[in-house]
């Protein structure tokens, strides 16, 4: 069964530079999120999407704005990048119809600033 | 305040044992609490979710159970093999948003 694809799987970046990360979804799931989980920490939400409009927003920095386009797929876009953003972040994906909600994650990009 | 606690000492038991892991949750009113699994270095795998109407549920080796007074969820692996060492997560979601609240994770390793 096809799983959600994140991309790239490992970025390093410089403090200052931008970095943009990609997501796209379970085939006819219209909804993603964004969660970031620092080293020995739980994953914290940072922003989601249904059917291409933000659904919630949590603790997402002003540097980062992501988007979902018409395909479902997303980008995280992370500008002027601080050692403090260097960390795991996953990408995962609903049907927002399903009861419940379960969601599955992809397998995540793992950002290192130096 | 809000919080979601769950045991930050891995809790270590002997294979074919059942492995009993703890969520309590303080300040939220969950309409649903879910239990994932997380690899090292990978994407966390959703195992069960539990409604807030519902006091157990059942899947394979897997069982959950929640308790809305005690504001307590219990996740039971039965006959623990090996493979399934990892970190566990619980997460609750709330009526008024789908995004997932998680706790510290619970690591479980089972010897064989």
């Known amino acids: 069964a096809a799983g959600v694809i994140q991309s790239p799987r490992h970025l390093i970046k410089e403090k200052r530079e931008t970095a943009t990360l990609k997501c796209y979804p379970i085939p006819r799931h219209d909804t993603v999120y964004w969660y970031q989980q620092g080293p020995g920490q739980d994953p914290q939400f940072l922003i989601s999407?249904?059917?291409?409009?933000?659904?919630d927003k949590g603790s997402i920095p002003d540097r980062f704005s992501a988007q979902q386009f018409s395909d479902y797929h997303s980008e995280l876009n992370m500008s002027s990048l601080e050692l403090g953003d260097s960390a795991l972040y996953f990408c995962?994906?609903?049907?927002?119809?399903?009861?419940?909600?379960?969601?599955?994650f992809g397998p995540g990009t793992r950002l290192t600033v130096l | 305040s809000q919080k979601i606690e769950q045991n930050s000492e891995a809790l270590n038991i002997q294979e074919g044992k059942t492995a009993t892991l703890t969520c309590n949750y303080t300040n939220y009113s969950p309409a649903y609490l879910q239990w994932y699994r997380q690899d090292p270095g990978r994407g966390p795998v959703f195992l069960l979710l539990i409604r807030e109407n519902e006091k157990e549920k059942r899947k394979e080796r897997l069982k959950v159970t929640f308790d809305t007074t005690l504001k307590q969820s219990l996740f039971h692996i039965t006959a623990s093999q090996p493979a399934d060492s990892a970190t566990y997560l619980c997460a609750l979601t709330l009526d008024s948003s789908y995004k997932l609240i998680f706790g510290s994770g619970t690591r479980l390793l089972v010897r064989p």
């Open positions: 999407f249904y059917e291409k409009m933000q659904s």
């Open positions: 995962a994906s609903s049907l927002d119809s399903s009861s419940g909600n379960e969601q599955f």
